[in-house]
Nanobody, 128 residues
Framework: QVQLAESGGGLVQPGGSLTLSCASSGRTNRTYAKGWFRQTPGKEREFVAVQSFKDGTTYYADSVKGRFSLSRDDAKNMLHLQMNSLKPEDTAVYLC?????????????????????WGQGTQVTVSS
């Protein structure tokens, strides 16, 4: 069992940057993959970025490629999402997710249905 907690959200102007962090606690050594999704009212939960903890493979949504990047601090059980060149359409609640079950390949790693552990979310608002 792993518990997740997000931090780092806030209000930024378009073109600005923000770093989100996801801290894991509990039985972290069972994690297969960990990543970020985002949610806005009236929209389906959207994949953002993920990294496999088994082979290091990373995937990014087309909408954030070149602007967002993942980094890990395994000693602190932290996964960071560096967000640059933020746009108003990036406004959402960003949720950290992890799975403790086998998950490999694009379909599994980018699908919210395949993650059973979720944080509470952190609000990111991009507005002038």
């Amino acid at each position: 069992q792993v518990q997740l907690a997000e931090s780092g959200g806030g209000l930024v102007q378009p073109g600005g940057s923000l770093t989100l962090s996801c801290a894991s606690s509990g039985r972290t050594n069972r994690t297969y993959a960990k990543g970020w999704f985002r949610q806005t009212p009236g929209k389906e939960r959207e994949f953002v970025a993920v990294q496999s903890f088994k082979d290091g493979t990373t995937y990014y949504a087309d909408s954030v490629k070149g602007r967002f990047s993942l980094s890990r601090d395994d000693a602190k059980n932290m996964l960071h999402l560096q967000m640059n060149s933020l746009k108003p359409e990036d406004t959402a609640v960003y949720l950290c997710a992890a799975t403790e079950y086998y998950c490999a390949g694009y379909v599994c790693l980018t699908g919210s249905i395949d993650y059973e552990r979720w944080g509470q979310g952190t609000q990111v608002t991009v507005s002038s």
